[in-house]
């Protein structure tokens, strides 16, 4: 009777306690802590800024969805998926920038992790298909077990997960480098140009509130993280429009895609998006 009394006891050792779990929920149990006074303008938000300029995924997400919705009617409805996701990352980001939970900070990671993984499932380009992947259908259920097998790992160092994210950014540019290099379309050389250029500012933001804290904070200037949600928002908006085109290039060609921006084209600063020129009618079928 003892040693069952006493196996059991192991066993629940390796149970997570209730206290345990909601420990992960409470405020400021995350390690990471952005830049931004805590506390500072409210007393139930701990940075204040960070969160509210989370809402900015609310804004764009319904915009491009509008935007896209011709070339997702084409193409694939699923490209809606990607900026449904959106809408998830914002609001978790806003959940984890309030509390500074590790709950929080997880929601806010693996739901990033999972746009992408969208992304590339929908996107990545059949020339740079693995030689064992025969269609896209088994491209994305290769995506799918690696993001799940991501999703468990990233709770063994969860302070790792940021910069590995970060890193997915650095093979895009160089998948679209890969396919705009005998590109001569200078209106797609602009949008791509600009993708960069919003990406490149936008990690500069996240990486300088990261580690230049104490620069900032002699300029009681402590918002670059905000600013980092506000130029990633638009990025993701230039560069998923900008793939989404090359895409249909590739893939629906008899719907002569073209570039324009929202809310006017002639504008020098606006949001892109595709307009198709042709339609399945005009697709010749033998």
């Known amino acids: 009777m003892i ?3 006493g196996s059991m006891e192991i066993l629940l050792r390796g149970i997570p306690s209730f206290e345990r779990m909601a420990g992960a929920f409470s405020y400021e149990s995350s390690d990471v802590d952005w830049c931004e006074d805590n506390y500072k303008h409210s007393d139930n938000v701990v940075e204040y800024f960070n969160t509210m300029s989370s809402f900015v995924f609310f804004v764009f997400a319904p915009i491009m969805l509008y935007l896209l919705h011709p070339y997702a009617k084409e193409r694939n409805l699923a490209v809606h998926l990607v900026w449904l996701m959106m809408i998830f990352v914002g609001l978790f980001s806003m959940y984890f920038h309030m509390t500074l939970s590790f709950m929080g900070q997880m929601l806010d990671e693996l739901s990033i992790l ?4 969208l992304g590339y499932s929908l996107w990545f380009p059949r020339m740079y298909f693995p030689s064992f992947v025969k269609d896209r259908r088994s491209f994305a259920r290769m995506v799918l077990v690696i993001t799940v097998i991501t999703t468990v790992s990233s709770f063994v160092k969860p302070t790792a997960n940021a910069y590995a994210l970060n890193c997915f950014g650095l093979h895009v540019l160089y998948s679209l480098y890969l396919e705009l290099k005998s590109c001569t379309d200078k209106r797609v050389l602009r949008l791509a140009w600009a993708s960069t250029g919003l990406w490149v500012l936008a990690v500069s933001c996240w990486i300088s509130d990261r580690f230049g804290c104490s620069f900032w904070q002699k300029l009681n200037f402590c918002y670059l993280h905000g600013i980092w ?3 990633i928002v638009v990025a ?3 560069g ?3 793939i989404a085109y090359l895409d249909a290039s590739r893939e629906i060609p008899y719907s002569l895609p073209d ?3 929202w809310p006017r084209d002639n504008w020098a600063l606006g949001l892109p ?4 020129k042709g339609s399945a009618k005009t697709h010749k079928r033998c």
Do not use: E, N
Request: aromatic share 18%.
């Open 3 to 5: 040693r069952a009394t």
């Open 114 to 117: 999972w746009v992408l993984a």
């Open 229 to 231: 949600h506000i130029l």
């Open 236 to 238: 993701t908006a230039y």
């Open 240 to 242: 998923s429009t900008l």
């Open 259 to 261: 570039l324009q921006y």
């Open 273 to 276: 998006y595709i307009v198709l």
